[in-house]
């Protein structure tokens, strides 16, 4: 089935320093591609996407990469700050109807340092 | 932007009884709908899949007898934990996608706790 692998599980850095968490998924389907940040308790809040005709997404200080020959894409934060930290999932799905199931990874605790 | 309406936000409920969540979407049409289940410090996890005016699709280790999905409007969809036990306590969260496409909209999940 399909399948989503996140790392690392957990990412330390210092303020300022940039972050990066990798995710590889197995469904070559798959074609939309979320990052999430949730609170504890809290709902996912959608960060940045990047569909699979795209290569590369930038929001400010949030990136997003794909590379679909080898079926991973990054998210990378710049700049850091200490509110940047929670927990950070990615995410696959396919079809670009509203019928694709959502496949998450096992998360990211990314915790930055003052 | 799209919504989705979750209730109860948290519940207790002894073992033994049954618990509805409902999830509602405000201002689109949602014709599929998602379920997960998220333990402490763990990701979330599809349970099934809903679709209005059809069965669920569930998926692999989850039992449909036990977590019964109901989606009988394009707008509502409910998920009932059946006899209930502790080791269903649990954050249980779905989801949808409009029609029109977008992003996926959660809503703001049940802290389900069996006593």
């Known amino acids: 089935g399909e399948n989503v692998e996140q790392h690392p599980s957990t990412l330390s850095v210092q303020e300022g320093d940039s972050a990066v968490i990798k995710c590889t998924y197995s469904?070559?389907?798959?074609?939309?591609f979320p990052w999430y940040k949730q609170e504890l308790g809290k709902r996912p809040q959608l960060i940045i996407d990047?569909?699979?005709?795209?290569g590369e997404k930038k929001d400010q200080r949030i990136a997003v990469t794909l590379n679909k020959t080898a079926k991973h894409f990054s998210l990378h934060i710049t700049e850091t700050q200490p509110e940047d930290s929670a927990v950070y999932f990615c995410?696959?799905?396919?079809?670009?109807?509203?019928?694709?199931?959502?496949?998450f990874g096992q998360g990211t605790t990314l915790q930055v340092k003052p | 932007g799209a919504v989705v309406s979750q209730h109860p936000s948290w519940v207790i409920c002894k073992s033994g009884t049954s618990v509805k969540i409902e999830c509602r979407s405000l201002?689109?049409?949602?014709?599929?709908m998602f379920w997960y289940r998220q333990f402490p410090k763990q990701s979330l996890m599809l349970m099934a899949t809903?679709?209005?005016?059809?069965?669920?699709?569930?998926e692999q280790g989850v039992e449909k007898d036990k977590f019964l999905i109901n989606h009988a409007s394009l707008t509502l969809s409910t998920l009932t934990v059946t006899s209930a036990h502790p080791e269903d306590s649990s954050f249980y969260i779905c989801?949808?996608?409009?029609?029109?496409?977008?992003?996926?909209?959660f809503g703001s999940g049940t802290r389900l706790t069996v006593v």
């Open positions: 995410a696959a799905s396919r079809g670009s109807s509203n019928t694709g199931k959502l496949i």
């Open positions: 201002d689109f049409q949602a014709t599929t």
């Open positions: 469904d070559s389907a798959s074609n939309y």
């Open positions: 990047i569909r699979s005709n795209v």
């Open positions: 809903s679709n209005e005016g059809s069965k669920a699709t569930y």
């Open positions: 989801s949808a996608r409009p029609i029109a496409g977008g992003g996926y909209t």
